[in-house]
């Protein structure tokens, strides 16, 4: 009865390759979310999605593009992998958008050598 | 700039005592402040939020303490516990109708048993 799913939990690559990273949520909320936690454990949100809506698009590379094929589910793909590119990636939902409740997902841990 | 900063980023507190976590915030364009916690491999999880028009808010052991006029607030931990070890973010929800996050730059919490 897991609330918010992603996989896989590790993602080990080599730069240069493209990677998804997927997400589910069985809550019922209507915004997703992405963000980025790097090795300092800074945490940064990336994207966030009401109802399949992108909402919140920070300043991203558009190597990063982010999919919501329906409101529980919301995809990370991310082109051409950079070593800076190396890091935990949360997803998280909440029940509305711009709720400081938000529920985060286990994270992928991304290393690209 | 929205930003909200974090001290100390590392606490080591004997079982028992009390954990003082400061964060700061230079914006007023916020209107919620949360605090989440998070363990080792997992997400981070809502802990306790404030609103900027209460001084202070407790729920059992965790007590958040808000100075409006200072743009300070703050989280204590007490009686704390080995349990308790893990990193505390906290956050300000801007007021915009999206919202977001703003993250702190996290502690981690040890605490001895």
């Known amino acids: 009865d897991t609330a918010v799913s992603q996989t896989p939990k590790y993602l080990v690559t080599q730069m240069g390759n493209d990677k998804s990273i997927k997400c589910e949520q069985n809550?019922?909320?209507?915004?997703m979310y992405w963000y980025k936690q790097d090795s300092k454990k800074f945490l940064k949100i990336m994207f966030s999605y009401n109802n399949k809506e992108l909402i919140i698009n920070e300043t991203v590379p558009n190597r990063f593009s982010p999919k919501s094929p329906d409101k529980a589910h919301l995809n990370l793909h991310i082109n051409s992998l950079e070593l800076g590119d190396s890091a935990v990636y949360f997803c998280a939902s909440s029940q509305v958008p711009a709720s400081y409740e938000q529920y985060f997902g286990p994270g992928t841990r991304l290393t690209v050598t | 700039q929205q930003q909200v900063k974090q001290s100390p980023q590392s606490l080591i507190v004997q079982k028992g005592g009390i954990s003082i976590i400061n964060c700061a915030y230079e914006?007023?364009?916020?209107?919620?402040f949360p605090w989440y916690q998070q363990f080792p491999g997992k997400g981070p999880a809502l802990l306790i939020a404030?609103?900027?028009?209460?001084s202070e808010k407790k729920e059992g052991r965790f007590t958040i303490s808000f100075n409006k006029s200072a743009k300070q607030f703050s989280l204590h931990i007490m009686d704390s516990q080995p349990g308790d070890s893990a990193t505390y973010f906290c956050?300000?929800?801007?007021?915009?109708?999206?919202?977001?996050?703003?993250f702190g730059q996290g502690t981690t919490l040890q605490v001895k048993p």
């Open positions: 809550l019922g909320h209507d915004t």
């Open positions: 914006n007023t364009a916020f209107d919620y």
């Open positions: 956050a300000a929800r801007g007021t915009s109708n999206t919202g977001k996050l703003i």
């Open positions: 404030i609103r900027p028009d209460v």
